[in-house]
């Protein structure tokens, strides 16, 4: 199953609503994940299930989207949110990763 | 709280073995609810499922390593290990061990740890 993400950029402000996505090769049901990677850092769990919160996770953050098409919204962007992003696919084994969005400052 | 920290050298030679512990912290691998893996990630790419590990078995390897990736689960030392064989270049990457959940959903992860593979 490929995962394409986009954009692969994407420029924004504190305070801001971005919209990130990732689009599935085949239906994969809502089973899609999004991690935060920030540098040097191993990714955290933001996401699962395409739009469950993981615990500890702000509201701010939310995700939509089953079959083949799945947003990231970030509203109210706050500083430490400027990082990659990365789908995960939990549908078929090996439980690939797009290839990112890097969220940067403006 | 859980946690995990990889170990093992940061160098290997083409052609060698590459072997990484965790050790876990905090929590028991004898779980039927979780499975123990290893991620790897490239400078600047995705990070790659390598496997994952029920401490009683089975365990589940990325087809990409072409079989050259072996997970050990030590439920006596509350350690689990990656040993890969026969590495080249394109297996220079920071390595990262992990707690995955339902359906690979990774929910804990280590710091990771950088090897290289260089003569």
């Known amino acids: 199953i490929q995962l394409t993400q986009s954009p692969s950029s994407l420029p924004a402000s504190v305070g801001d609503r971005v919209t990130m996505t990732c689009r599935a090769s085949q239906n994969i049901n809502n089973f899609l994940n999004w991690y935060q990677q920030k540098p040097g850092k191993a990714p955290e769990v933001l996401i699962f299930s395409a739009s469950s919160l993981y615990s500890g996770v702000p509201s701010r953050f939310s995700g939509s989207g089953s079959g083949t098409g799945f947003t990231l919204t970030i509203t109210s962007l706050q500083p430490e949110d400027f990082a990659t992003y990365y789908c995960?696919?939990?549908?078929?084994?090996?439980?690939?990763f797009g290839r990112g969005t890097k969220l940067e400052i403006k | 709280q859980l946690q995990m920290q990889e170990s093992g050298p940061g160098l290997v030679k083409p052609s060698e073995t590459l072997s990484l512990t965790c050790t876990v912290s905090?929590?028991?691998?004898?779980?039927?609810?979780?499975?123990w893996g290893w991620l790897r990630q490239p400078p600047g790419k995705e990070p790659e499922l390598i496997g994952s590990?029920?401490?009683?078995?089975?365990?589940y390897y990325n087809p990409s390593l072409n079989s050259r990736a072996t997970i050990s689960v030590d439920t006596a030392k509350n350690q689990f290990s990656l040993k890969v064989t026969f590495v080249t270049g394109a297996d220079t990457a920071v390595y990262f061990c992990?707690?995955?959940?339902?359906?690979?959903?990774?929910?804990?992860w280590g710091q990771g740890t950088l090897v290289t593979v260089s003569s």
């Open positions: 995960q696919q939990s549908s078929i084994p090996p439980y690939n």
């Open positions: 905090h929590a028991s691998l004898d779980s039927t609810t979780f499975s």
């Open positions: 992990a707690r995955l959940g339902y359906s690979g959903l990774v929910t804990v």
């Open positions: 590990s029920y401490s009683a078995g089975p365990a």
